[in-house]
Each structure stands twice: as C-alpha cells, then as structure tokens.
C-alpha cells in the first residue's frame, strides 16, 4: 500500500512540475527571454513597460520556486526518503 501511495505522489508531483513547466516556457516565449530574472531586468532597464510584465515576473519566479520545491519532493521519494512539505516556504 505504501508504495502504492508514493507511486501515486511521484506521478501527482510528476503532472505538476510538466504543467509548471509548460507556463514557464509559455512566459519565455510572450516575452522572448530565458527567465524571470532576465524579464525584471529588461523592465528595470526600460526594455520592457512595466505592466502586465511585473505581474508576469511574479508569476514566474513563484511557478519556478514551487516547481524546485516539487522536484525536491520527487528526489526525497525516489530516494526512500521521509519527504515533508511546508507551504509557507
């Protein structure tokens, strides 16, 4: 059963981090970089206007945090590892 359970976990955790994925790569192409971090930039550097593109560096930074700390998740279970998630990380 218990490893019906992480079987099942790895496969939800799995799902999420391609649809994360999937918008990230969708952000890279409206706004033709490589990531958040780039887009803040070209916003700071007057490249880009600042609306709707902050609220898309938001978006991103916080997709790309959650899907780190899901694949971290799919490691500690790939493992055998005790996996724990706090939400407000």
Known sequence: ??????EG???FLASKIKENQSIMRGLEQ???VSGYLE???????????GHPAWEDVI???GIS????????????????DAVS?????
Do not use: Y
């Open 1 to 6: 059963m218990e490893a019906l359970l992480c």
């Open 9 to 11: 976990l790895k496969r």
């Open 30 to 32: 409206k706004w033709g």
């Open 39 to 49: 887009l803040e930039n070209r916003i700071k550097e007057g490249d880009v206007a």
């Open 59 to 61: 978006l991103w930074e």
């Open 65 to 80: 945090q959650q899907t780190e700390a899901l694949q971290s998740l799919v490691h500690q279970l790939e493992a055998g």
């Open 85 to 89: 998630f706090d939400p407000k990380r």
